[in-house]
């Protein structure tokens, strides 16, 4: 095997496949993706071990570890060299990327239809991120992590790499842009839109409620919090308000999930806006979370989801702790996955899939 390898100490960048413009030689787009460290700390590496694979023109960066061990990556890489470390960004046609997303967001043992409908929604999504540039001032598309979509935790598969082959091309469509196609794990019984976030609502994204996610352990699930659990999230966030007396939901996404809380304490109140906030906050780490088919998770950094109800446990009038009775796993806007594959199980196909989770798109060849 012909490997050559660098442990990287200066400014370099390493060119294998591609040209390093936004097209390949048959016109075929392609993506930008910011590689972030191990365990997604930070986008700013402190070294960087490559092996180059020449005979298959793919690369091994030693120096991450994801799910799968070090990655190994097809197209360009560029290091750049900053005051503040290096940055990796990986340069390859927006297919291969799709090899390496789908595997990672959806399991490769799942329906045939269920993969090609995560393929769409993962092709739609990167084509969403290359026209809103966010990371521009990295140079750079996309991350690989959960805050756009994962990229290359997992290994390309058959089944998920057919799949991506069997819709090449294809992306969801409003009036011409690609559509904002979020995902999530396991629905509630209900899905929102990206009113949990944003005040106003992105094009072809709905409000259902779901039947497919039903018999899942995630559909229903509940937890427990101490009073005392509860001040020390508080305070780790930054809010001092006294002993904990109720938490109240004050305003609810059409489908259910929580946007808006309050935490009522002796001393003061703070308002927790935003579905993602709200979760993080009463991060359950350590504490049991009871699923509906009996089983316990635990060590979950952020609630499974937003979509629960609270119920304090009051004794001589003091609160000791609350009860969240909830469902769903994921932020519950677009399409679950789980229901997608429940769905495939039933004889629908990925159009019929997507359809059934957005409304009034057009699905284009990009």
């Avoid at 229903?220 to 005392?228: D, E, K, L, R």
């Avoid at 935490?263 to 927790?272: D, L, M, Q, S």
């Amino acid at each position: 095997m012909d490997i050559r390898k660098y442990i990287i100490t200066k400014t370099i960048t390493i060119v294998m496949g591609i040209a390093a413009s936004s097209q390949t030689a048959n016109d075929e787009a392609t993506i930008r993706v910011l590689l972030m460290t191990s365990d997604y700390g930070g986008y700013y590496h402190e070294t960087v071990d490559v092996e180059e694979h020449e005979e298959n023109g793919t690369f091994q960066i030693n120096s991450i570890t994801r799910d799968y061990g070090h990655p190994v990556y097809e197209g360009k890489l560029e290091i750049i060299s900053t005051d503040q470390g290096y940055l990796l960004i990986n340069e390859l046609p927006v297919e291969n990327y799709l090899e390496y997303v789908v595997p990672s967001e959806m399991p490769g043992g799942y329906e045939m239809e269920a993969l090609k409908a995560q393929a769409v929604c993962a092709r739609t999504y990167a084509f969403h991120q290359i026209e809103e540039q966010a990371l521009a001032d990295f140079g750079a598309d996309v991350d690989d992590s959960v805050n756009f979509q994962v990229y290359n935790n997992q290994r390309a598969e058959e089944r998920t790499s057919q799949a991506v082959a069997a819709t090449k091309g294809e992306i969801m469509t409003h009036e011409g842009k690609p559509i904002i196609a979020y995902f999530f794990s396991t629905s509630s019984g209900f899905t929102s839109t990206d009113e949990v976030w944003n005040e106003e609502t992105a094009p072809c994204l709905k409000s259902i409620q779901t039947e497919y996610d039903a018999e899942l352990p995630w559909h229903h699930w509940n937890v427990y919090f101490t009073a005392g659990q509860i001040n020390r999230l508080l305070q780790n966030s930054g809010y001092d308000i006294g002993c904990i007396k109720d938490i109240q939901v004050t305003k609810r996404s059409q489908g259910g999930a929580a946007v808006s809380c309050n935490f009522i304490g002796e001393v003061g109140t703070v308002t927790i806006n935003n579905e993602l906030e709200i979760r993080k906050l009463l991060s359950p780490t350590g504490i049991e979370i009871k699923r509906q088919d009996g089983s316990v998770v635990r060590d979950f950094p952020i609630l499974p989801s937003a979509y629960f109800a609270c119920t304090p446990s009051v004794k001589d009038d003091v609160t000791e702790g609350f009860l969240l009775e909830g469902g769903g796993y994921g932020h519950g806007v677009g399409m679950s996955q789980n229901g997608a594959n429940e769905m495939a199980k039933q004889g629908f196909c990925y159009l019929d899939i997507l359809n059934y989770y957005y409304d009034g798109f057009t699905l284009e060849k990009k």
